[in-house]
Nanobody, 125 residues
Framework: VQLVESGGGLVQAGDSLRVSCAAS????????VGWFRQAPGNEREFVAA????????LYTDSVEGRFTISRDDAGNTVDLQMNSLKPEDTAIYYC???????????????????WGQGTQVTVSS
């Protein structure tokens, strides 16, 4: 599965932004999908994940209530809607896909099978 992120950009604090992850040449069927982010000098950190059937979601505490992860019915795209953005949300955002059969969605480690190239999100104060 090839993953392609899109939708990053430069916004001001308090604004909203949606980033998308598309499965190129296939679907996310059977895969949990997660969003991670990495700021300069920091490790890649978990942001949100959604189960392959879409019925279960998980968020890191710092984005709970501001970010929403969702997937389309066709199983080809997973979006991360980001509201009330803060400067500390600035990072490169990566999506990953992981076979749901072998891991719990609650596993926040970046042990995903496939990754996209990342999309830059910059929030100015």
């Amino acid at each position: 599965v090839q993953l392609v992120e899109s939708g990053g950009g430069l916004v001001q604090a308090g604004d909203s932004l949606r980033v998308s992850c598309a499965a190129s040449g296939g679907t996310f069927s059977g895969y949990d999908v997660g969003w991670f982010r990495q700021a300069p000098g920091n490790e890649r950190e978990f942001v949100a994940a959604i189960s392959w059937r879409g019925g279960d979601t998980l968020y890191t505490d710092s984005v709970e209530g501001r970010f929403t992860i969702s997937r389309d019915d066709a199983g080809n795209t997973v979006d991360l809607q980001m509201n009330s953005l803060k400067p500390e949300d600035t990072a490169i955002y990566y999506c990953g896909a992981r076979r749901a059969l072998f891991y719990s969605i609650r596993d926040r480690r970046p042990n995903y099978d496939f990754w996209g190239q990342g999309t830059q999100v910059t929030v100015s104060s």
